[in-house]
């Protein structure tokens, strides 16, 4: 009897990701709704950063403005000591980092973000339009990864391709963020 | 737009990822309940406010979220550098007129 409440319980909380599956298509940009994805915050000093990219499987990028991928993972540099990771396979990133000894803060954000995929050859236009940080591919080359803003509002920037960007915002955001692209998107494409 | 450098993402970053934090190199004493009233008033509200050059703490807050130290002078606008937090106040400005 309990045991069946449970399982009720358990399928009525049902999660249902913000503006999910949504998309705006203009010409030459397409604006979609990603699906969920694990997300950590991960602050860490330089001593750290070894022990934490061998639990991960990948090298955290030390450098400003960049990101390392591998297998479904991303992380992205954030700040000297701070990094977001996303692993879009949907592995524990949290329980990779409970193996290391290392001093490290390891945040689960997962659902506090949601992600805008920005693509087509107007990706970068359509995002400059509340964006003020240069997006040529030499300034923005693909990999480069920044926290900038977007209108009013603060965003993950991520280009995953000469012609695509991976945006996140605060889930809260995410009504602002969709409608400001899309306006964004129209505006590119005319 | 101003372009403000950021040393810690040691490039030109556009002057709304920025959010400007007070004057810089003001030292907390490490004995606070020894002060003065009259201390204690010159390093919680007195601020020196130059018509030139100000050395301001300013904030990479929609970037890599640093603080770090500016050098501005106040009729231009114009930021003559910038260095990071904990860096001593620079004895030379590049640039400088004299």
Known sequence: MAKAAVKANASSAERRPARAGRSVSARNVKVEVLPPAERMSLRAPEASVAALSKALGLTLSKSPKTSASKAGRTALWLGPDEWFLIDEAGKDLLADCAKVSALHSAVGISHRNVAFAVTGPAAAAAINAGCPQDLSLEAFPVGAASRTILGKCEILLLRTADDAFRVECWRSFSDYVFTFLSEAASDAAA | ?98
């Open chain 2, 1 to 98: 737009m101003l372009l403000i450098r950021c040393p810690y993402c040691e490039e030109e970053r556009p002057e709304l990822e920025f959010r400007n934090a007070g004057e810089a190199h003001i030292a907390r004493s490490a004995n606070m309940a020894g002060e003065s009233d009259d201390d204690f008033e010159k390093f919680f509200f007195i601020r020196s406010n130059p018509k030139g050059i100000i050395y301001e703490r300013w904030r990479h807050i929609h970037g890599c979220a640093r603080f770090f130290n500016a050098v501005r002078d106040t009729v231009t606008d114009k930021f003559v550098m910038t260095y990071k937090a904990g860096e001593p106040k620079p004895s030379k400005l590049p640039g400088a007129v004299k």
